[in-house]
């Protein structure tokens, strides 16, 4: 059986989005930036064909036609540009358990606001683990 993905290009000033949304709950699942939309395609191809021989789901990524990721575009777009201030909708259906609680962490964060990972590493109640967070951030 085979999950269906969507994805769309997201044009920006200074780079491509690339984003990926599961077709049952419309959440985003995969965004990554580049400038060519050919490589940004094939590397999440790579991803997730990694992620298949993982858990033995296949997915499979379709070109969103329908307009069905307007929505999750768009809010992008004004996140992006800091207009958006709620939470894009999203799932994890990458990483780790330690990744997913790194990454809820970095949503917290503000837009025009730093962090640290070692301020990262103690709100996850992991103080040591500051290279573990630098890695997941990666």
């Given at each position: 059986?085979?999950?269906?993905l969507?994805?769309?290009?997201?044009d920006?000033?200074?780079?491509?989005?690339?984003?990926?949304?599961?077709s049952?709950?419309?959440?985003?699942?995969?965004?990554?930036?580049?400038?060519n939309?050919?490589?940004?395609l094939?590397?999440?191809?790579?991803?997730?064909?990694?992620?298949?021989?993982?858990?033995?789901?296949?997915?499979?990524?379709?070109?969103?036609?329908?307009?069905?990721?307007?929505?999750?575009?768009q809010?992008?777009?004004?996140?992006?540009?800091?207009?958006?201030?709620?939470?894009i909708?999203?799932?994890?259906i990458?990483?780790?358990?330690?990744?997913?609680?790194?990454w809820?962490?970095?949503?917290?964060?503000?837009?025009?606001?730093?962090?640290t990972y070692q301020?990262?590493?103690?709100?996850?109640?992991?103080?040591?683990?500051?290279?573990?967070?630098g890695?997941?951030?990666?």
């Open positions: 059986m085979e999950e269906r969507f994805y769309r290009y997201l920006q000033s200074i780079t491509t989005v690339f984003l990926v949304s599961r049952e709950t419309g959440c985003l699942v995969y965004a990554s930036l580049g400038s939309r050919k490589e940004l094939k590397i999440a191809q790579l991803d997730f064909q990694k992620l298949t021989r993982k858990t033995k789901v296949s997915y499979g990524l379709y070109y969103d036609v329908n307009d069905s990721m307007l929505n999750l575009e809010s992008f777009a004004s996140y992006l540009d800091g207009s958006f201030t709620g939470a909708p999203h799932e994890y990458f990483g780790t358990r330690f990744q997913r609680k790194v809820d962490e970095l949503s917290k964060v503000k837009i025009g606001e730093t962090t301020t990262i590493a103690q709100a996850i109640g992991s103080p040591k683990a500051c290279r573990a967070v890695s997941a951030v990666g």
